[in-house]
């Protein structure tokens, strides 16, 4: 069972629209991360949120951490073909507990 | 800079056979992880450890061995392959703890037959 429940898990999207995934938790997390993998790499962070309610943003991608620390969503405002990748979500229950992640988000956007 | 260093890339192993994947990173990291990522089930840890000497199971630890000698290295072994260890295998390192930014290596994709 995945502590981290992560939606949709395939998303297919044309070049300009918009997208967001979700990551969802039953469990309060002191913080929580999102990486990016491309094919044959490792994951690479994007961005860590760390207070509830706070909404992080990196050129396109718009990140927010759920008030009670739950949950978090990932949005992408006119998605471009070089967004294509496993978006995963990784918490952590407190300062020194272990990193769970999701099982990833799947975006492909084509031309 | 190198960062996370993983090999091999590839590997195809037979049921029974031992084998140790290698990670070392340059970063003076403290913190030093291993994951096996499987489809549909995301990443999960396997061993870690918060420093030289000191080593702690994840997970999914069953299977698997690892020391951490110096602050550089952190193999894993695989005692006695079977078909279920068949995953990508990714090491992370962080400076201290599991909070931070995560480094990754580029992955070892094994198959076990």
């Known amino acids: 069972t995945q502590l981290l429940e992560q939606s949709p898990q395939f998303l297919s999207i044309q070049e300009g629209e918009n997208l967001t995934v979700y990551c969802n938790s039953s469990s309060v997390f002191s913080s929580l991360q999102w990486y990016r993998q491309e094919p044959g790499e490792g994951p690479v962070l994007l961005v860590t949120?760390?207070?509830?309610?706070e909404v992080k943003k990196l050129k396109r991608l718009t990140f927010q951490f759920g008030d009670a620390r739950k949950d978090s969503s990932l949005h992408i405002t006119a998605a471009q073909p070089g967004d294509t990748g496993l978006y995963l979500c990784a918490g952590a229950p407190d300062s020194w507990g272990k990193l769970q992640f999701g099982a990833g988000t799947q975006v492909v956007v084509t031309p | 800079n190198a960062g996370v260093t993983q090999t091999p890339k590839f590997q195809v192993l037979k049921t029974g056979q031992s084998m140790t994947l290698q990670c070392a990173q340059d970063?003076?990291?403290?913190?030093m992880s291993w994951y096996r990522q499987d489809p549909g089930m995301g990443l999960r840890l396997i061993h870690y450890?918060?420093?030289?000497?000191?080593?702690d199971q994840g997970e999914v630890p069953n299977g698997y061995n690892v020391s951490r000698s110096t602050t550089e290295d952190f193999p894993l072994r695989l005692l006695s392959a079977a078909p279920s260890q068949t995953s990508v295998y990714f090491c992370?390192?962080?400076?201290?703890?599991?909070?931070?930014?995560?480094?990754f290596g580029s992955g070892t994709q094994l198959s076990v037959l």
């Open positions: 970063m003076n990291h403290e913190y």
């Open positions: 992370a390192s962080s400076l201290t703890g599991t909070n931070e930014k995560l480094f």
């Open positions: 450890s918060v420093g030289a000497g000191i080593t």
């Open positions: 949120v760390v207070t509830g309610g």
